[in-house]
């Protein structure tokens, strides 16, 4: 009971917001690290991808956290502090929280070519509170609100690099697979591979985005090397 009264003070206040603090950063190096250091192989790329999205929605989580344990410090006091600061920031606060699912679409990432409304461009940083694109007439930032409200599209990078689709037939599984060609300097993991069965057993349906000035013959050779076979419809002869 000591310790539960202990946090609901201001140096319990501190003491969380150290707490968090720190983990952020852990979170943060776990990440980095794993960006320079792990091996490139599908389930170190799906950890990272998790860790990333773990940092999107920790700032939130761990804000959340500090506001309940102000608000338990003084419940009336503090509760109407913050019913009066949230009347005065609530476009901000919408603006933010809309940035993090934003951000946390897979199809959203900096390179990226979108269309917002009448402007269309190359996205060159994604911030808290908006992204900045390269538009026509020079850069323009765009806040989160006003993309929900206007809509988006995203058509491909700044290169156009098109999605394209193989069909491969192997014994491998779909894991073994992707781990044969995550090396591969053709295949732009930007945009990552994906490889889903189709209606025939150990036949795959793989779709990949290819590198500036590699070509799909490029990648059927290698397949070929690695014993898969590759076709451009299900139907293997």
Avoid at 64 to 70: E, G, I
Wanted: glycine share 6%; charged share 20%; hydrophobic share 45%.
């Amino acid at each position: 009971m000591e310790n539960i009264e202990t946090l609901y003070t201001w140096s319990g206040l501190l003491g969380l917001l150290v707490l968090l603090a720190v983990c952020y950063w852990i979170l943060k190096l776990l990440t980095y690290i794993g960006e320079r250091f792990a091996k490139k192989n599908v389930t170190n790329k799906k950890i990272i991808s998790f860790l990333k999205k773990g940092m999107l929605f920790y700032k939130p989580i761990a804000i959340s956290f500090l506001l309940l344990d102000f608000i338990s410090i003084n419940y009336i006091t503090h509760s109407i502090l913050l019913v009066f600061i949230s009347l005065f920031g609530f476009y901000y606060i919408k603006n933010f929280v809309s940035g993090i699912f934003f951000r946390a679409n897979p199809l959203v990432s900096k390179d990226a070519f979108i269309t917002i409304g009448d402007f269309k461009g190359e996205v060159k940083s994604l911030q808290s509170f908006g992204l900045i694109i390269n538009a026509e007439y020079g850069e323009r930032f765009i806040n989160y609100t006003e993309i929900e409200n206007l809509g988006f599209a995203i058509y491909s990078n700044v290169n156009t690099k098109l999605r394209q689709t193989l069909y491969l037939r192997t014994q491998l599984t779909k894991e073994q697979v992707l781990n044969l060609i995550f090396d591969n300097p053709i295949l732009d993991f930007g945009q990552k591979p994906t490889i889903k069965n189709s209606e025939i057993p150990q036949v795959f349906k793989f779709q990949y985005t290819l590198e500036n000035g590699a070509a799909t013959e490029d990648l059927t050779a290698f397949l070929h090397e690695i014993q898969i076979e590759t076709s451009v419809t299900n139907n293997f002869k």
